[in-house]
């Protein structure tokens, strides 16, 4: 069976640290990869997307990057945290047929 | 452009008291809609997928059904432990690969 893992759990971070989240996919090949984040009582806002090794789509201008160095791996990046990356990241992969989407723990990033 | 509103936005209900979670949405070339129960501090499960006007999806005490405009999540009976926050998603066609967009969520407390 398929299982997603994604760490850390949670983070807390400085302002202007880097950033570096991963997330990995067991039991399936070629996957269809998501970054998201959720604010706090709101919906899950879609930052990236990936459907093969090397290939992001980025859906928000933002402080962050995407790379995706395996078939089942999948990084969020950025060089300099700012306050307003705090959130929680969710990684989430989804099968080549684009059927339901599958999700990771998350990620409860602070930046303080 | 394309939206996904859930309704309401939180509801409290006593334990046996039965009732339905909204989900209305404006997308071009709808592929599928998705139900996900997301537990506070954790990524979301899925649930249910829906397909087309009409089809009915069931488990447990949930229920979930689609019109052309709009979807349903019926909680029958529930328990204290039904109480989450349920997340509705549209897939939407887009060229050859198709995004996930979600609503904001209704955040359901079952009372004992």
């Known amino acids: 069976s398929q299982t997603i893992h994604q760490w850390p759990a949670t983070l807390v971070q400085p302002v202007g640290s880097p950033l570096s989240l991963e997330c990995t996919v067991e039991?399936?090949?070629?996957?269809?990869l998501y970054w998201y984040r959720q604010a706090a009582g709101r919906g899950l806002q879609l930052l990236f997307y990936?459907?093969?090794?090397?290939?992001i789509s980025s859906e928000v201008p933002q402080n962050l990057s995407a790379s995706r160095p395996q078939d089942r791996q999948f990084i969020l990046s950025s060089k300099k945290l700012l306050l307003s990356d705090s959130g929680f990241y969710l990684c989430?992969?989804?099968?080549?047929?684009?059927?339901?989407?599958?999700f990771g723990q998350g990620t409860r990033l602070t930046v303080v | 452009e394309d939206q996904v509103t859930q309704s309401p936005e939180a509801l409290r209900l006593q334990e046996g008291e039965s009732s339905s979670l909204n989900c209305s949405y404006t997308?071009?070339?709808?592929?599928?809609l998705f139900w996900y129960r997301q537990d506070p501090g954790k990524g979301p499960e899925f649930l249910f997928t829906?397909?087309?006007a009409g089809e009915e999806k069931e488990k447990e005490r949930l229920k979930a059904t689609l019109t052309k405009k709009e979807s349903f999540l019926h909680i029958t009976a529930p328990k204290p432990e039904d109480s989450a926050t349920y997340l509705c998603?549209?897939?939407?066609?887009?060229?050859?690969?198709?995004?996930?967009?979600f609503g904001s969520g209704t955040k359901l407390n079952v009372k004992p």
């Open positions: 990936s459907v093969g090794i090397g290939q």
């Open positions: 829906l397909y087309s």
């Open positions: 039991g399936t090949s070629n996957p269809n």
């Open positions: 989430a992969w989804s099968g080549e047929t684009n059927t339901e989407a599958f």
């Open positions: 997308v071009s070339g709808l592929r599928g």
């Open positions: 998603a549209v897939q939407a066609g887009r060229g050859n690969f198709n995004k996930f967009y």
